[in-house]
């Protein structure tokens, strides 16, 4: 995928979420919120803003890359459910949650977004969550941000 601006990742996203490292369509985010097993991919070309812009050569990736981090999600956290969401209210850049989901969780049944507030992860849940995650999926070569 390539673009004549170079992709960079909004500011808000990159603040709420630690990088996996990358697909090779996407880069794969983990959310800052240890409600939920939350990861957001980011298609890495410049200008997206939704999912029809996505060129028609990398949409059949994108969709492998989302079913990955689902399959990750699933076994590597107790999840039952998977929920994939691309909505872009609050950041323009085209960007595809993919939440792992549980009866007993924060918001159960309603959507994460606007459930309470987030809780951040303690390090070293987070560095564990993030290492199998990155485990589970074939990223490349990448170091966390801590």
Not at 91 to 105: F, I, K, N, T, Y
């Amino acid at each position: 995928m390539s673009s004549e601006a170079p992709f960079e990742l909004h500011p808000r996203l990159a603040a709420d979420c630690l990088m996996l490292g990358d697909l090779p369509v996407c880069r794969v985010l983990l959310m800052n919120d240890s409600r939920f097993p939350w990861c957001i991919l980011v298609p890495r070309t410049a200008g997206l803003r939704e999912l029809h812009d996505v060129p028609a050569s990398a949409r059949v990736a994108l969709f492998d890359e989302i079913e990955a981090v689902s399959r990750a999600l699933m076994d590597s956290c107790a999840v039952e459910k998977i929920n994939v969401g691309a909505l872009g209210n609050l950041v323009p850049q085209l960007h595809v949650h993919v939440v792992g989901r549980s009866a007993d969780d924060a918001a159960w049944p309603g959507p994460v977004w606007g459930a309470g507030t987030a809780v951040s992860y303690d390090p070293a849940t987070r560095t564990s969550l993030a290492q199998r995650l990155q485990s589970a999926l074939p990223l490349a070569a990448s170091t966390p941000q801590g």
